[in-house]
Protein backbone atom coordinates (compact mmCIF):
# COMPACT_ATOMS: atom_id res chain seq x y z
CA UNK A 1 0.00 0.00 0.00
CA UNK A 2 2.77 2.36 0.60
CA UNK A 3 4.17 1.52 -2.49
CA UNK A 4 1.38 2.46 -4.40
CA UNK A 5 0.85 5.88 -2.09
CA UNK A 6 4.72 6.45 -3.09
CA UNK A 7 4.36 6.31 -6.63
CA UNK A 8 2.32 9.46 -7.90
CA UNK A 9 4.93 11.37 -5.12
CA UNK A 10 7.89 10.11 -7.28
CA UNK A 11 6.40 11.16 -11.00
CA UNK A 12 5.87 14.83 -9.59
CA UNK A 13 9.35 14.54 -8.21
CA UNK A 14 10.90 13.44 -11.02
CA UNK A 15 8.93 16.45 -12.65
CA UNK A 16 10.47 18.93 -10.37
CA UNK A 17 13.96 17.86 -10.87
CA UNK A 18 14.04 17.44 -13.95
CA UNK A 19 12.76 21.03 -14.37
CA UNK A 20 15.25 22.05 -11.95
CA UNK A 21 18.08 20.31 -13.88
CA UNK A 22 16.93 21.84 -17.11
CA UNK A 23 17.20 25.56 -16.00
CA UNK A 24 20.21 25.36 -14.12
CA UNK A 25 22.43 23.97 -17.00
CA UNK A 26 20.22 25.82 -20.24
CA UNK A 27 21.53 28.90 -21.30
CA UNK A 28 17.84 29.96 -22.37
CA UNK A 29 14.22 30.11 -22.06
CA UNK A 30 13.04 28.47 -25.39
CA UNK A 31 15.77 25.85 -24.52
CA UNK A 32 14.33 25.28 -20.69
CA UNK A 33 10.80 24.84 -21.74
CA UNK A 34 11.83 22.38 -24.73
CA UNK A 35 13.76 20.36 -22.00
CA UNK A 36 10.75 20.42 -19.39
CA UNK A 37 8.42 19.69 -22.21
CA UNK A 38 10.45 16.16 -23.48
CA UNK A 39 10.50 15.26 -19.79
CA UNK A 40 6.89 15.56 -19.14
CA UNK A 41 6.03 13.83 -22.00
CA UNK A 42 8.40 10.65 -21.06
CA UNK A 43 6.96 10.45 -17.28
CA UNK A 44 3.33 10.97 -18.91
CA UNK A 45 4.10 8.25 -21.19
CA UNK A 46 5.37 5.81 -18.62
CA UNK A 47 3.01 6.66 -16.00
CA UNK A 48 0.23 5.84 -18.50
CA UNK A 49 2.49 2.49 -19.43
CA UNK A 50 2.82 1.48 -15.84
CA UNK A 51 -1.24 2.10 -15.06
CA UNK A 52 -1.95 0.13 -17.47
CA UNK A 53 0.20 -3.32 -16.95
CA UNK A 54 -1.03 -2.89 -13.32
CA UNK A 55 -4.77 -2.48 -14.13
CA UNK A 56 -5.22 -4.76 -17.47
CA UNK A 57 -3.61 -7.73 -15.90
CA UNK A 58 -5.08 -7.11 -12.37
CA UNK A 59 -7.45 -10.56 -11.31
CA UNK A 60 -5.72 -12.65 -14.21
CA UNK A 61 -3.38 -15.84 -12.96
CA UNK A 62 -0.08 -15.56 -14.71
CA UNK A 63 0.55 -18.42 -16.86
CA UNK A 64 -3.35 -18.60 -17.90
CA UNK A 65 -4.65 -18.52 -21.60
CA UNK A 66 -6.44 -15.09 -20.38
CA UNK A 67 -3.32 -13.86 -18.48
CA UNK A 68 -1.21 -14.23 -21.87
CA UNK A 69 -3.38 -12.55 -24.21
CA UNK A 70 -4.10 -9.50 -22.53
CA UNK A 71 -0.15 -9.51 -21.64
CA UNK A 72 0.27 -9.49 -25.30
CA UNK A 73 -2.45 -6.89 -25.93
CA UNK A 74 -0.68 -4.38 -23.21
CA UNK A 75 2.86 -4.87 -24.67
CA UNK A 76 1.71 -3.82 -28.24
CA UNK A 77 -0.34 -0.84 -27.18
CA UNK A 78 2.66 0.31 -24.40
CA UNK A 79 5.44 -0.03 -27.20
CA UNK A 80 2.81 2.25 -29.68
CA UNK A 81 2.72 4.93 -26.90
CA UNK A 82 6.90 4.63 -26.50
CA UNK A 83 6.85 4.92 -30.24
CA UNK A 84 5.06 8.11 -30.27
CA UNK A 85 7.17 9.28 -27.38
CA UNK A 86 10.36 8.41 -29.74
CA UNK A 87 9.00 9.71 -32.58
CA UNK A 88 8.25 12.94 -31.35
CA UNK A 89 11.13 13.87 -28.29
CA UNK A 90 13.47 12.17 -31.41
CA UNK A 91 17.46 12.74 -30.30
CA UNK A 92 18.26 9.89 -27.68
CA UNK A 93 14.89 9.29 -27.15
CA UNK A 94 15.01 7.66 -30.90
CA UNK A 95 18.98 5.74 -30.19
CA UNK A 96 17.14 4.38 -26.70
CA UNK A 97 14.25 2.69 -28.54
CA UNK A 98 16.43 1.41 -31.08
CA UNK A 99 18.85 0.04 -28.31
CA UNK A 100 15.63 -1.93 -26.86
CA UNK A 101 14.51 -3.24 -30.09
CA UNK A 102 17.79 -4.80 -31.21
CA UNK A 103 17.90 -7.00 -27.69
CA UNK A 104 16.35 -10.42 -29.27
CA UNK A 105 15.20 -10.76 -25.19
CA UNK A 106 12.20 -8.12 -24.97
CA UNK A 107 8.57 -9.00 -25.88
CA UNK A 108 7.81 -9.56 -29.76
CA UNK A 109 5.47 -6.94 -29.75
CA UNK A 110 8.33 -3.94 -28.52
CA UNK A 111 10.74 -5.10 -31.56
CA UNK A 112 8.17 -5.38 -34.06
CA UNK A 113 7.50 -2.09 -33.20
CA UNK A 114 10.11 -0.02 -32.38
CA UNK A 115 12.21 -1.46 -34.68
CA UNK A 116 10.63 0.87 -37.27
CA UNK A 117 12.45 3.52 -35.76
CA UNK A 118 15.01 5.54 -37.94
CA UNK A 119 18.24 7.45 -36.44
CA UNK A 120 17.35 10.46 -38.63
CA UNK A 121 16.97 14.27 -37.79
CA UNK A 122 16.14 17.23 -39.04
CA UNK A 123 19.07 18.90 -40.59
CA UNK A 124 20.71 21.66 -38.51
CA UNK A 125 21.04 24.95 -39.94
CA UNK A 126 24.12 25.75 -42.13
CA UNK A 127 25.19 28.65 -39.98
CA UNK A 128 24.90 26.46 -36.73
CA UNK A 129 27.19 23.70 -38.13
CA UNK A 130 29.84 26.65 -39.63
CA UNK A 131 29.78 28.31 -36.16
CA UNK A 132 30.28 24.06 -34.48
CA UNK A 133 33.71 23.97 -37.24
CA UNK A 134 34.95 27.17 -37.18
CA UNK A 135 34.80 27.16 -32.67
CA UNK A 136 36.89 23.88 -33.28
CA UNK A 137 39.64 24.69 -35.39
CA UNK A 138 39.68 28.71 -34.73
CA UNK A 139 39.80 29.75 -38.30
CA UNK A 140 37.28 30.45 -40.99
CA UNK A 141 35.81 27.45 -42.74
CA UNK A 142 36.71 28.42 -46.38
CA UNK A 143 40.62 28.38 -45.15
CA UNK A 144 40.14 25.14 -44.23
CA UNK A 145 37.76 23.83 -47.32
CA UNK A 146 37.98 24.04 -50.88
CA UNK A 147 34.42 23.31 -51.29
CA UNK A 148 31.92 22.80 -48.64
CA UNK A 149 28.24 21.49 -49.35
CA UNK A 150 25.95 23.43 -47.48
CA UNK A 151 23.76 20.47 -47.79
CA UNK A 152 24.30 17.50 -45.23
CA UNK A 153 24.23 14.09 -47.03
CA UNK A 154 23.31 12.35 -44.03
CA UNK A 155 21.31 13.83 -40.76
CA UNK A 156 21.11 12.12 -38.00
CA UNK A 157 20.21 11.96 -33.87
CA UNK A 158 23.68 13.24 -32.51
CA UNK A 159 25.26 15.06 -35.97
CA UNK A 160 25.10 15.79 -39.69
CA UNK A 161 27.52 14.73 -42.50
CA UNK A 162 28.42 16.82 -45.32
CA UNK A 163 31.08 16.31 -48.44
CA UNK A 164 33.88 18.19 -48.82
CA UNK A 165 37.21 18.99 -50.33
CA UNK A 166 40.68 20.20 -48.53
CA UNK A 167 42.64 22.48 -49.67
CA UNK A 168 44.84 19.09 -51.62
CA UNK A 169 41.97 18.35 -53.42
CA UNK A 170 41.04 15.31 -51.04
CA UNK A 171 37.79 14.60 -51.19
CA UNK A 172 36.20 13.62 -47.32
CA UNK A 173 33.70 13.36 -44.97
CA UNK A 174 32.85 15.79 -42.65
CA UNK A 175 30.78 14.79 -39.10
CA UNK A 176 29.70 17.70 -37.25
CA UNK A 177 27.84 16.81 -33.51
CA UNK A 178 25.07 19.51 -33.11
CA UNK A 179 25.19 22.03 -30.62
CA UNK A 180 24.51 21.43 -26.88
CA UNK A 181 23.89 18.17 -26.88
CA UNK A 182 25.91 16.66 -24.31
CA UNK A 183 23.44 18.91 -21.91
CA UNK A 184 20.88 17.40 -23.47
CA UNK A 185 21.75 13.67 -23.25
CA UNK A 186 22.62 14.72 -19.39
CA UNK A 187 18.74 15.79 -19.36
CA UNK A 188 17.74 12.94 -21.11
CA UNK A 189 19.14 10.14 -19.06
CA UNK A 190 18.50 11.59 -15.84
CA UNK A 191 14.91 11.14 -17.18
CA UNK A 192 15.25 7.94 -17.89
CA UNK A 193 16.92 7.23 -15.00
CA UNK A 194 14.08 8.40 -12.46
CA UNK A 195 11.56 6.61 -14.58
CA UNK A 196 13.40 3.51 -14.71
CA UNK A 197 13.41 3.68 -11.02
CA UNK A 198 9.54 4.44 -10.72
CA UNK A 199 8.49 1.39 -12.38
CA UNK A 200 11.02 -0.78 -10.03
CA UNK A 201 8.81 0.34 -7.92
CA UNK A 202 5.53 -0.46 -8.82
CA UNK A 203 7.14 -3.43 -10.35
CA UNK A 204 9.66 -4.64 -7.78
CA UNK A 205 10.85 -7.93 -10.50
CA UNK A 206 11.37 -5.28 -13.44
CA UNK A 207 14.95 -4.00 -13.08
CA UNK A 208 16.31 -2.03 -15.74
CA UNK A 209 19.24 -0.39 -14.34
CA UNK A 210 22.46 -2.44 -16.15
CA UNK A 211 20.55 -1.72 -19.60
CA UNK A 212 20.10 1.73 -19.02
CA UNK A 213 23.70 2.21 -18.04
CA UNK A 214 24.86 0.47 -21.08
CA UNK A 215 22.83 2.67 -23.10
CA UNK A 216 24.46 5.73 -21.55
CA UNK A 217 27.69 4.01 -21.45
CA UNK A 218 27.20 3.71 -25.14
CA UNK A 219 25.92 7.16 -25.94
CA UNK A 220 28.75 8.85 -24.05
CA UNK A 221 31.08 7.54 -26.70
CA UNK A 222 29.48 8.14 -29.34
CA UNK A 223 29.82 11.77 -28.15
CA UNK A 224 33.41 11.92 -28.36
CA UNK A 225 34.82 12.38 -32.00
CA UNK A 226 38.20 11.75 -31.17
CA UNK A 227 37.83 8.52 -29.25
CA UNK A 228 35.51 7.55 -32.62
CA UNK A 229 38.78 8.82 -34.68
CA UNK A 230 40.67 5.92 -32.10
CA UNK A 231 38.46 3.47 -32.48
CA UNK A 232 38.27 3.27 -36.62
CA UNK A 233 42.24 2.98 -37.17
CA UNK A 234 42.47 0.28 -34.30
CA UNK A 235 39.86 -1.55 -36.49
CA UNK A 236 41.64 -0.72 -39.52
CA UNK A 237 44.91 -2.29 -38.52
CA UNK A 238 42.88 -5.33 -37.28
CA UNK A 239 42.01 -5.71 -40.30
CA UNK A 240 44.43 -4.28 -42.83
CA UNK A 241 45.41 -7.79 -44.38
CA UNK A 242 41.61 -8.14 -45.15
CA UNK A 243 41.47 -6.86 -49.13
CA UNK A 244 37.26 -6.82 -48.30
CA UNK A 245 36.86 -4.56 -45.89
CA UNK A 246 37.47 -0.62 -45.99
CA UNK A 247 37.93 1.31 -42.89
CA UNK A 248 37.86 5.51 -44.19
CA UNK A 249 41.32 7.18 -43.42
CA UNK A 250 40.95 9.84 -40.61
CA UNK A 251 42.46 13.27 -40.89
CA UNK A 252 43.70 13.60 -37.06
CA UNK A 253 45.07 17.32 -37.72
CA UNK A 254 41.28 17.94 -38.73
CA UNK A 255 39.61 16.23 -36.21
CA UNK A 256 38.23 17.54 -32.28
CA UNK A 257 35.39 15.99 -29.90
CA UNK A 258 32.93 17.62 -31.93
CA UNK A 259 34.43 17.19 -35.87
CA UNK A 260 35.01 14.63 -37.26
CA UNK A 261 36.82 14.89 -40.98
CA UNK A 262 37.56 11.65 -42.61
CA UNK A 263 37.95 10.50 -46.05
CA UNK A 264 35.26 10.15 -48.30
CA UNK A 265 33.83 6.63 -49.18
CA UNK A 266 31.01 6.04 -51.44
CA UNK A 267 28.43 2.44 -51.46
CA UNK A 268 25.04 1.24 -50.82
CA UNK A 269 23.52 0.87 -47.73
CA UNK A 270 24.27 -3.51 -47.13
CA UNK A 271 20.88 -4.57 -47.66
CA UNK A 272 20.20 -2.77 -51.08
CA UNK A 273 19.47 -5.82 -52.94
CA UNK A 274 18.06 -4.11 -55.82
CA UNK A 275 21.73 -2.23 -56.24
CA UNK A 276 23.48 -5.72 -55.64
CA UNK A 277 21.68 -7.20 -58.51
CA UNK A 278 22.16 -4.38 -60.95
CA UNK A 279 25.84 -4.65 -59.87
CA UNK A 280 26.21 -7.97 -60.19
CA UNK A 281 27.18 -9.25 -56.37
CA UNK A 282 25.98 -12.31 -54.65
CA UNK A 283 23.97 -10.96 -51.69
CA UNK A 284 24.98 -14.44 -49.84
CA UNK A 285 28.70 -13.43 -50.20
CA UNK A 286 27.70 -10.28 -48.99
CA UNK A 287 26.31 -12.20 -45.72
CA UNK A 288 29.34 -14.27 -45.26
CA UNK A 289 31.82 -11.33 -45.90
CA UNK A 290 29.73 -9.39 -43.21
CA UNK A 291 29.54 -12.52 -40.77
CA UNK A 292 33.25 -13.12 -40.75
CA UNK A 293 34.31 -9.79 -39.98
CA UNK A 294 32.02 -9.36 -36.96
CA UNK A 295 33.19 -12.82 -35.57
CA UNK A 296 36.35 -11.76 -35.71
CA UNK A 297 35.80 -8.76 -34.05
CA UNK A 298 33.82 -10.93 -31.41
CA UNK A 299 35.76 -14.03 -30.95
CA UNK A 300 39.02 -13.05 -32.01
CA UNK A 301 40.09 -9.29 -31.57
CA UNK A 302 37.47 -8.69 -28.76
CA UNK A 303 36.74 -5.28 -29.77
CA UNK A 304 32.98 -4.85 -31.22
CA UNK A 305 31.39 -2.16 -33.21
CA UNK A 306 28.44 -1.96 -31.36
CA UNK A 307 26.02 -0.01 -34.21
CA UNK A 308 25.82 -2.74 -37.61
CA UNK A 309 22.80 -1.30 -38.63
CA UNK A 310 22.65 -1.01 -42.79
CA UNK A 311 23.75 2.83 -42.89
CA UNK A 312 26.97 1.86 -41.51
CA UNK A 313 27.90 -1.01 -43.84
CA UNK A 314 28.30 -0.12 -47.17
CA UNK A 315 28.98 -2.53 -50.45
CA UNK A 316 31.24 -0.63 -52.68
CA UNK A 317 31.70 -2.34 -56.24
CA UNK A 318 34.75 -3.49 -57.69
CA UNK A 319 33.84 -4.86 -60.71
CA UNK A 320 33.33 -8.72 -61.66
CA UNK A 321 31.23 -9.35 -58.68
CA UNK A 322 33.46 -8.83 -55.88
CA UNK A 323 32.90 -5.87 -53.64
CA UNK A 324 34.32 -4.04 -50.48
CA UNK A 325 32.34 -3.69 -47.44
CA UNK A 326 33.08 -0.09 -45.78
CA UNK A 327 32.86 0.00 -42.02
CA UNK A 328 31.44 3.58 -41.08
CA UNK A 329 30.32 5.08 -37.68
CA UNK A 330 33.27 3.74 -35.35
CA UNK A 331 31.43 5.49 -32.49
CA UNK A 332 30.25 3.07 -30.02
CA UNK A 333 32.73 -0.30 -29.50
CA UNK A 334 32.89 -2.59 -26.40
CA UNK A 335 36.21 -3.97 -25.57
CA UNK A 336 35.57 -7.18 -24.15
CA UNK A 337 36.65 -8.60 -20.82
CA UNK A 338 39.67 -11.29 -22.29
CA UNK A 339 37.42 -14.27 -19.82
CA UNK A 340 34.51 -13.36 -21.04
CA UNK A 341 35.87 -13.68 -25.10
CA UNK A 342 37.39 -16.50 -24.14
CA UNK A 343 34.20 -17.71 -22.00
CA UNK A 344 31.83 -17.03 -24.92
CA UNK A 345 34.13 -19.19 -27.95
CA UNK A 346 33.65 -22.07 -25.77
CA UNK A 347 29.84 -21.38 -25.15
CA UNK A 348 29.68 -21.60 -29.45
CA UNK A 349 31.42 -24.47 -29.17
CA UNK A 350 29.12 -25.85 -27.06
CA UNK A 351 26.34 -24.59 -29.15
CA UNK A 352 27.20 -26.24 -32.15
CA UNK A 353 27.75 -29.40 -30.65
CA UNK A 354 24.85 -29.76 -27.89
CA UNK A 355 27.47 -30.07 -25.11
CA UNK A 356 24.34 -29.83 -22.83
CA UNK A 357 26.78 -30.05 -19.92
CA UNK A 358 29.11 -27.49 -21.09
CA UNK A 359 26.21 -24.65 -22.08
CA UNK A 360 24.73 -25.26 -18.21
CA UNK A 361 28.23 -25.00 -16.67
CA UNK A 362 29.34 -21.49 -18.45
CA UNK A 363 25.72 -20.23 -17.89
CA UNK A 364 26.37 -20.47 -14.05
CA UNK A 365 30.27 -18.93 -14.78
CA UNK A 366 27.99 -15.83 -16.92
CA UNK A 367 25.83 -15.22 -13.97
CA UNK A 368 22.14 -16.17 -15.26
CA UNK A 369 21.64 -19.72 -13.93
CA UNK A 370 18.71 -21.43 -14.73
CA UNK A 371 18.21 -19.64 -17.80
CA UNK A 372 21.35 -21.13 -19.71
CA UNK A 373 19.16 -23.41 -21.15
CA UNK A 374 17.66 -20.56 -23.11
CA UNK A 375 20.89 -20.03 -25.31
CA UNK A 376 20.65 -22.92 -27.69
CA UNK A 377 17.29 -21.13 -28.68
CA UNK A 378 18.45 -17.54 -28.75
CA UNK A 379 21.72 -18.20 -30.95
CA UNK A 380 20.94 -21.28 -33.01
CA UNK A 381 17.35 -21.64 -32.77
CA UNK A 382 17.13 -24.73 -31.53
CA UNK A 383 16.04 -26.32 -27.49
CA UNK A 384 18.61 -27.28 -25.33
CA UNK A 385 17.37 -30.94 -25.78
CA UNK A 386 16.80 -31.00 -29.51
CA UNK A 387 16.46 -33.19 -31.86
CA UNK A 388 16.53 -31.54 -34.83
CA UNK A 389 20.07 -30.90 -36.63
CA UNK A 390 22.18 -27.82 -36.45
CA UNK A 391 20.64 -25.30 -39.62
CA UNK A 392 17.15 -26.97 -40.02
CA UNK A 393 13.90 -26.22 -39.66
CA UNK A 394 12.73 -27.71 -35.46
CA UNK A 395 10.03 -30.09 -35.73
CA UNK A 396 6.18 -29.09 -34.85
CA UNK A 397 6.48 -31.29 -32.00
CA UNK A 398 9.53 -28.94 -30.61
CA UNK A 399 7.51 -25.94 -31.71
CA UNK A 400 4.77 -26.37 -29.30
CA UNK A 401 7.37 -27.14 -26.38
CA UNK A 402 9.03 -24.03 -27.23
CA UNK A 403 5.82 -21.99 -27.10
CA UNK A 404 4.55 -23.33 -24.09
CA UNK A 405 7.69 -23.25 -21.91
CA UNK A 406 8.38 -18.91 -23.23
CA UNK A 407 4.26 -18.70 -22.78
CA UNK A 408 5.25 -19.81 -18.61
CA UNK A 409 8.08 -16.66 -18.55
CA UNK A 410 6.67 -13.37 -17.02
CA UNK A 411 8.31 -10.13 -17.39
CA UNK A 412 9.62 -10.66 -14.10
CA UNK A 413 12.10 -13.91 -15.72
CA UNK A 414 12.94 -11.51 -18.84
CA UNK A 415 14.07 -9.00 -16.52
CA UNK A 416 15.90 -10.99 -13.74
CA UNK A 417 17.97 -12.74 -17.53
CA UNK A 418 18.73 -9.19 -18.86
CA UNK A 419 19.68 -8.08 -15.23
CA UNK A 420 22.13 -11.18 -14.58
CA UNK A 421 23.67 -10.92 -17.86
CA UNK A 422 27.43 -9.09 -17.98
CA UNK A 423 27.50 -5.92 -19.18
CA UNK A 424 29.47 -7.44 -22.42
CA UNK A 425 26.56 -10.24 -23.11
CA UNK A 426 24.07 -6.71 -23.72
CA UNK A 427 26.29 -5.46 -26.44
CA UNK A 428 27.00 -9.03 -27.91
CA UNK A 429 23.05 -10.02 -27.78
CA UNK A 430 21.89 -6.06 -29.62
CA UNK A 431 24.95 -6.98 -31.97
CA UNK A 432 23.86 -10.28 -33.11
CA UNK A 433 20.38 -8.90 -33.41
CA UNK A 434 21.17 -6.41 -35.52
CA UNK A 435 23.57 -8.64 -38.06
CA UNK A 436 20.66 -11.60 -38.09
CA UNK A 437 17.76 -9.21 -39.39
CA UNK A 438 20.95 -8.30 -42.18
CA UNK A 439 21.66 -11.68 -43.00
CA UNK A 440 17.46 -12.41 -42.85
CA UNK A 441 17.44 -9.35 -45.79
CA UNK A 442 19.71 -10.45 -47.74
CA UNK A 443 18.41 -14.23 -47.80
CA UNK A 444 21.30 -15.77 -46.57
CA UNK A 445 21.13 -19.34 -45.51
CA UNK A 446 21.28 -19.68 -41.78
CA UNK A 447 24.48 -21.83 -41.78
CA UNK A 448 25.91 -18.83 -43.29
CA UNK A 449 26.35 -17.07 -39.46
CA UNK A 450 26.34 -20.58 -37.65
CA UNK A 451 30.07 -21.89 -39.79
CA UNK A 452 31.56 -18.14 -39.48
CA UNK A 453 30.61 -17.79 -35.94
CA UNK A 454 31.99 -21.82 -35.29
CA UNK A 455 35.38 -20.81 -37.20
CA UNK A 456 36.02 -18.06 -35.47
CA UNK A 457 35.02 -19.32 -31.71
CA UNK A 458 37.35 -22.24 -32.33
CA UNK A 459 40.24 -19.57 -33.78
CA UNK A 460 39.66 -17.22 -30.41
CA UNK A 461 40.04 -19.96 -27.92
CA UNK A 462 42.60 -21.72 -29.71
CA UNK A 463 44.99 -18.14 -30.74
CA UNK A 464 45.10 -17.10 -26.66
CA UNK A 465 46.71 -20.83 -26.31
CA UNK A 466 48.85 -20.21 -29.08
CA UNK A 467 50.70 -16.90 -27.08
CA UNK A 468 50.75 -18.94 -24.09
CA UNK A 469 52.63 -21.75 -25.78
CA UNK A 470 55.83 -22.16 -27.03
CA UNK A 471 56.81 -22.84 -31.00
CA UNK A 472 56.22 -26.62 -30.91
CA UNK A 473 53.62 -26.34 -28.59
CA UNK A 474 51.81 -24.04 -31.64
CA UNK A 475 52.55 -26.64 -34.03
CA UNK A 476 50.48 -28.59 -32.26
CA UNK A 477 47.88 -26.13 -31.68
CA UNK A 478 47.50 -25.61 -35.31
CA UNK A 479 46.65 -28.85 -36.27
CA UNK A 480 44.16 -29.37 -33.16
CA UNK A 481 42.27 -25.96 -34.54
CA UNK A 482 42.10 -27.24 -37.81
CA UNK A 483 40.40 -30.63 -37.09
CA UNK A 484 38.39 -29.14 -34.49
CA UNK A 485 37.27 -26.61 -37.32
CA UNK A 486 36.58 -29.34 -39.52
CA UNK A 487 34.67 -31.74 -37.50
CA UNK A 488 32.64 -28.11 -36.77
CA UNK A 489 32.26 -27.46 -40.62
CA UNK A 490 31.24 -31.12 -41.20
CA UNK A 491 28.39 -31.18 -39.10
CA UNK A 492 27.05 -27.78 -40.14
CA UNK A 493 27.40 -28.70 -43.81
CA UNK A 494 25.70 -32.18 -43.41
CA UNK A 495 23.13 -29.83 -41.39
CA UNK A 496 23.08 -27.52 -44.92
CA UNK A 497 22.69 -30.68 -46.74
CA UNK A 498 20.15 -31.76 -44.96
CA UNK A 499 17.68 -28.69 -45.57
CA UNK A 500 18.72 -28.57 -48.84
CA UNK A 501 17.54 -32.15 -49.50
CA UNK A 502 14.15 -31.34 -47.81
CA UNK A 503 13.67 -28.68 -49.43
CA UNK A 504 13.94 -30.42 -52.62
CA UNK A 505 11.37 -33.32 -51.50
CA UNK A 506 9.49 -30.72 -50.46
CA UNK A 507 9.25 -29.68 -54.41
CA UNK A 508 9.64 -32.62 -55.87
CA UNK A 509 6.67 -33.48 -53.54
CA UNK A 510 4.25 -30.55 -54.34
CA UNK A 511 5.30 -30.87 -58.50
CA UNK A 512 4.00 -34.41 -58.53
CA UNK A 513 0.82 -33.21 -56.54
CA UNK A 514 0.45 -30.56 -58.49
CA UNK A 515 0.91 -32.88 -61.95
CA UNK A 516 -1.47 -35.19 -60.34
CA UNK A 517 -4.10 -32.87 -59.78
CA UNK A 518 -4.00 -31.56 -63.60
CA UNK A 519 -3.98 -35.16 -65.06
CA UNK A 520 -7.29 -35.54 -62.69
CA UNK A 521 -8.44 -32.17 -64.15
CA UNK A 522 -7.74 -33.46 -68.01
CA UNK A 523 -9.03 -36.94 -67.27
CA UNK A 524 -12.35 -35.11 -66.11
CA UNK A 525 -12.80 -33.02 -68.83
CA UNK A 526 -12.45 -35.85 -71.38
CA UNK A 527 -15.31 -37.87 -69.45
CA UNK A 528 -17.32 -35.15 -69.57
CA UNK A 529 -18.90 -34.95 -72.96
CA UNK A 530 -19.73 -38.72 -72.32
CA UNK A 531 -21.85 -38.79 -69.39
Known amino acids: MLRRRRAPFLLVAAAGVVAAATSADSPGVASTLHGVARSSRAIYTIGF ?17 DYRGKLSEVHLRSAKKLLRLCEVNRGFYVKAGQFVSSLRQVPKEYISTLSCLQDQAAPCKYQDIKIVIERNFGKDLHDIFLEFDEHPIAAASIAQVHRGRLNNNQ ?19 MTMSLLSKYVSLIFPDYRFEKILLEF ?18 RTASYFRKNDVVKVPHVFWE ?17 DDLDFLRKSDICPTKVAKALIELFGEMIFIHGFVHG ?36 DYCKLWKALISLDVQKILELGEQFGVGKYAKYFPLIFTGRTIDSKSALGTQIS ?15 MDDISSFMESLPPDF ?3 LRT ?60 IELASLLVQFNDYKHKVKDKLSWMLQKIGRDVLGWYKPLM
Open 171 to 189: EVAVKVQYPGLERRMKLDI
Open 254 to 270: LTTKEVLIMEFCTGHKV
Open 49 to 65: VVVDYKYSLRGLIPGSA
Open 432 to 491: DGLLRSILGNLGAPRHVRLLAYAKCAIYGHEEQSRLESGAINRISLRVKTAISYLHMRIL
Open 396 to 410: GEEKTRIKQDLNSLG
Open 426 to 428: LVI
Open 216 to 233: ERTMSMELDFTQEAKNSE
Open 307 to 342: DPHPGNLLVSPRGQGRFSLVLLDHGIYKELDPKFRL
